[in-house]
């Protein structure tokens, strides 16, 4: 199955007063992939996602499903499921009778309230009420709403807050499985590594602009990433590393560290000059390390330097 761009995002800004929350931001998510939407508090996601499902009018630009706004569709359950804040569910109603309620309205069959409920693990707990819920409860409840209506587009705003590893772990299958149903999945999160393993592709926003997007690999070496060689002749390609702008970091006994040059490069020079190159590697940053690098610059609170 190709993956087809489902969810478009595109020259979205959201001012709120003088505040640019969105800054003319463009991305897509494809159907059979799960999206991780990432960026430091702050920097505009649940603005965008509830700009995508119509909970807020952009200032300017577009946010589209299947190429319609989500105000337009009549039933927009059974097309996008979405959850986007454990403080919206009505507390004083009983799980099951919240799930029934949103079903009759959106026409969708009661069986399917009971199907919902086993598959997020809460049918034993549905007749609590959902101030009685705990937050990995309310999260499960969340993920059964946007359930609901089989929809082929999902939209989570930071999911795993309040789950427990086992449940973080269950979360992530949940998506996977929903992806190779074909299904869209765009998920947010502050934390890269909660969704580094489950997420196809990544867009990384920061102060409400694009700041990257690609799949996890891309956005590992993308930043800058160091290249280590040992050659027969260090200084030699030393001195041609220079005279090409790379800047060494760091030359030990046997391996040199440069930045600023990619490995093809370095080992063009070794050819050109004839000397033969014994290592010659591209040090990846960790992911995490890629992701600081990448937002440092647009946190809204950072703490101490
Ligand atoms: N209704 C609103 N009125 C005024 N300002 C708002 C409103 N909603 C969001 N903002 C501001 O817009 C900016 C982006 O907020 P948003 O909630 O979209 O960030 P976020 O990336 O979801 O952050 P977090 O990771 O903390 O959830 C923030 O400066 C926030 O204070
Ligand atoms: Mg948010």
Known sequence: MTPIPVIEVSRLTKRFGDLVAVDGLEFSASSGEVTGFLGPNGSGKSTTLRAIVGLNLPTSGTATVNGVNYRDLAYPLRHVGAFLDPKSLPKRLRARTYLRILATSNDIARSRVEEVLDFVGIASVANKRIDEFSLGMAQRLGIAVALLGDPEVLIFDEPM????????????QVFSSLAVEGRTVLVSSHLINEVATVAHRVVVIGRGRLLAQGTVDELTVRIDAAVAFSSHDNEGL????????????????????????????????????????????????????????????????????
């Open 238 to 305: 030393v001195a041609l590393v220079r005279g090409r702008g790379g800047t060494v970091t760091r030359s030990e006994e046997n391996s040199v560290t440069v930045l600023g040059l990619d490995a093809d490069t370095i080992g063009q020079l070794a050819m050109e000059a004839r000397i033969v190159l014994t290592q010659l590697v591209t040090l990846r940053d960790s992911l995490e390390d890629s992701y600081f690098e990448l937002t440092e610059q647009s946190l809204d609170f950072s703490v101490g330097h």
């Open 161 to 172: 807050n309040g789950l427990d590893p086992d449940g973080i772990r269950w979360i992530r």
